[in-house]
């Protein structure tokens, strides 16, 4: 079933070459079925890039869902036009108007700076606390994941000395989960970021139960017992060339980090990366839309509390 997104969303051109399928309001208007109310705070900085790597990965189920893409009102983007959002996105005010059956809220390039002095820091904790009555079940992705987690239930991001860059191998810390059913017994996660949770402190929380570890990445899947806010510290949703694009951009800057791990074949920054994260993404997002939406969310949506 498809996604049902703005026509002219420029993603859409990408998506349908790659046979997933994208419906047009128009045409969503003569099924008789409810989509799920899926919202999108992106806060990348690369807006259409994060909205297509998404969009491909919410569009591989059954599931017909309606998305709404949202932007902060307290920031400037410096790399996105005014004119495409304004456009394809809508303000955090009218977010508040509406429930939706899912939220996800991506990561951002601020982890190096202390929540607070982030300019739309006080803008993302109201949409934070609004997701707790009037969404169903949140996704907290890579910053978006330390922001939850700290806003949420006080758990403190550290710094670590370099870059955390490459795809790091995952084990599961619990069994009999809906969100990794299907999984292998070791799964990999990209993972591209300045700092770190520790263990202990999320451990104390009697809410949270850990989902899955890194021997290399620590902690990076953790949920809330209610099934009502999921974190994760990676990023499954970037594509083969991602990271790489990253590195590059840094190395650019005069910037001094790390060869992503376990990416480079021979790690050789020549030789074109593969991608073997895929099919865990893919169930990852799909286990998330079926079990901890899709089966749960009221039909009503109004209902949702």
């Known amino acids: 079933m498809p996604i049902k997104v703005q026509s002219d969303l420029p993603a859409v051109k990408t998506l349908e070459k790659e046979n997933i399928f994208v419906m047009t309001e128009k045409r969503a208007i003569t099924q008789d079925v409810r989509p799920l109310?899926?919202?999108?705070?992106?806060?990348?900085p690369t807006k259409e890039?994060?909205?297509?790597?998404?969009?491909?990965?919410?569009?591989?189920?059954?599931l017909q869902i309606e998305i709404s893409l949202v932007r902060m009102e307290n920031h400037t983007s410096k790399n996105?036009?005014?004119?495409?959002?304004?456009?394809?996105?809508?303000?955090?005010?009218?977010?508040?108007?509406?429930?939706?059956?899912?939220?996800?809220?991506?990561?951002?390039?601020?982890?190096?700076?202390?929540f607070e002095s982030v300019d739309y820091w006080d803008e993302l904790c109201n949409i934070m606390d609004f997701a707790k009555k009037n969404v169903f079940?949140?996704?907290y992705v890579c910053w978006g994941s330390f922001a939850g987690l700290y806003h949420h239930y006080g758990i403190k991001?550290?710094?670590?000395?370099?870059k955390m860059s490459g795809v790091f191998m995952n084990e599961r810390s619990t069994q009999n989960e809906p969100l990794l059913r299907g999984f292998?017994?070791?799964?990999?996660?990209?993972?591209?970021?300045?700092?770190?949770?520790?263990?202990?402190?999320?451990?104390?929380?009697k809410d949270l139960i850990i989902l899955s570890e890194?021997?290399?990445?620590?902690?990076?899947?953790?949920?809330?017992?209610?099934?009502?806010?999921?974190?994760?510290?990676?990023?499954?949703?970037?594509?083969?060339?991602?990271?790489?694009?990253?590195?590059?951009?840094?190395?650019?800057?005069g910037m001094k980090v790390p060869l992503p791990k376990n990416?480079?074949?021979?790690?050789?920054?020549?030789?074109?990366?593969?991608?073997?994260?895929?099919?865990?993404?893919?169930?990852?997002?799909?286990?998330?839309?079926?079990?901890?939406?899709?089966?749960?969310?009221?039909?009503?949506?109004e209902e949702i509390k």
């Open 37 to 44: 109310k899926i919202a999108i705070v992106n806060l990348m």
């Open 137 to 139: 079940s949140t996704l």
């Open 80 to 114: 996105t036009d005014q004119e495409y959002l304004d456009k394809f996105y809508i303000p955090s005010s009218e977010l508040f108007k509406h429930k939706f059956d899912g939220m996800i809220i991506t990561g951002a390039p601020v982890e190096q700076l202390d």
């Open 214 to 253: 890194s021997a290399e990445a620590g902690v990076t899947i953790i949920k809330s017992k209610d099934n009502r806010e999921i974190f994760m510290t990676g990023h499954l949703e970037y594509d083969t060339m991602t990271l790489a694009q990253e590195y590059f951009r840094d190395i650019d800057k």
């Open 184 to 205: 292998d017994d070791t799964f990999p996660i990209p993972q591209s970021r300045h700092t770190t949770l520790h263990k202990e402190d999320v451990l104390k929380c």
């Open 263 to 301: 990416y480079f074949p021979t790690n050789n920054t020549c030789r074109m990366p593969n991608s073997y994260w895929r099919s865990t993404a893919t169930l990852f997002y799909s286990n998330w839309l079926n079990y901890y939406v899709y089966q749960e969310t009221p039909f009503d949506i």
């Open 49 to 62: 890039v994060t909205e297509t790597q998404l969009l491909r990965l919410l569009g591989n189920t059954p």
């Open 157 to 162: 991001k550290y710094p670590l000395e370099k």
